[in-house]
């Protein structure tokens, strides 16, 4: 008998091969991790975020378009009627003193008339005192940058209706101290829906920051759309209408989000900065001199006494009827957002 040793047969063990690692996984690795601090700019900034204020043809930025007659019968003469009527109800307005003691010795027809005639044959340097007078009267704070909106608002006169499209029919106004009034303003971190555009701006960024990187051209845009993440936001709280903010600009038009650089923090982390310009129209349309269709922020101009509405006639008279170019308020500031922090950092 044969003794000879039988053994188990040897298990053949598969041996993963590992092959180098590619020149591309390489290169994003060392990316990643020695991007640390690289800051990346953007000359010119990338649009993110857009709604253009001449999206919709904007009534109060016609100039010269209404004739005096036009004027006289829709506007004015209503006004001149409501201050017949005020003069037999003595008012005292804080934008200007309209008290009247003792009724007008003339018939409303006549009254009427006589008033539409003063109004009409005022010239430019008058009607711009009187514009001048009620800025005054509402802007605590603001009034000198007010002021100098007015006198660009009456260098450049039209004879008629200009193409508002063609940037040379347009001027632009801005200035750092309205900058700083509206940079951390309660209407745009307040928490109520309308009001949090800052805080909605960087849940996006952040988000498209841990998605995309550095890649801002492939971040996720909105063109036109009043809805999407910033709204039109407007400044008419108390102090605005006091401080002359509410007198510069209300219920805005347009604004822009776009990005200005972006550092590198490591791996899926990064810091941007952008800039948030909101647009606004120094305009009037017919609605905010009409007594019965007024907007709620006009209202206090239109109703209350004789002089106060004589001289916010003045402003569109000017514009609307002599043909003066408005202008568009510009308000801009730079902030920074981070997967690295919690709130919105304003920069300038």
């Not at 053994?7 to 020695?34: C, D, L």
Request: glycine share 6%; aromatic share 10%.
């Amino acid at each position: 008998m044969c003794n000879s040793k039988v053994g188990k047969p040897r298990r053949r063990i598969a041996r993963k091969r590992i092959g180098k690692p590619s020149a591309q996984g390489n290169a994003q690795k060392s990316t990643q991790s020695n991007c640390v601090g690289m800051k990346t700019p953007f000359n010119p900034p990338v649009p993110l975020y857009t709604y253009d204020h001449l999206h919709d043809v904007k009534e109060d930025l016609y100039a010269g378009d209404i004739s005096v007659d036009y004027f006289i019968k829709n506007i004015l003469s209503p006004v001149a009627n409501a201050a017949y009527d005020d003069y037999k109800r003595p008012v005292i307005s804080p934008f200007g003193m309209g008290l009247a003691a003792m009724p007008p010795r003339q018939t409303r027809e006549e009254f009427v008339r006589e008033y539409n005639q003063k109004f009409i044959t005022k010239s430019d340097s008058e009607h711009i005192k009187s514009w001048k007078n009620m800025v005054e009267w509402v802007s605590i704070g603001l009034e000198s940058v007010v002021l100098e909106c007015v006198d660009k608002a009456t260098t450049t006169k039209f004879s008629s209706m200009p193409d508002i499209k063609d940037a040379n029919n347009r001027k632009e106004f801005t200035d750092i101290s309205v900058n700083k009034e509206v940079a951390l303003h309660d209407h745009l971190i307040g928490n109520t829906p309308g009001k949090r555009n800052l805080s909605n701006i960087q849940k996006a960024l952040v988000a498209q920051i841990k998605s995309k990187g550095v890649n801002i051209r492939s971040y996720k845009t909105t063109t036109n759309d009043s809805r999407s993440i910033v709204n039109l936001v407007a400044f008419n709280t108390y102090t605005d209408k006091v401080s002359g903010l509410g007198m510069l600009t209300n219920g805005t038009m347009g604004y822009k989000v776009e990005v200005v650089s972006y550092t590198c923090l490591g791996p899926n982390k990064g810091e941007i900065q952008y800039r948030y310009t909101i647009y606004d129209h120094f305009g009037l349309d017919e609605q905010d001199v009409s007594l019965n269709d007024a907007r709620p922020h006009m209202q206090g101009f239109l109703n209350t006494a004789v002089n106060s509405r004589t001289k916010f006639l003045s402003w569109f008279y000017l514009q609307r009827v002599r043909g003066f170019r408005p202008v568009v308020v510009k308000i801009a500031n730079e902030y920074k957002v981070s997967t690295e922090y919690a709130k919105t950092k304003h920069v300038k």
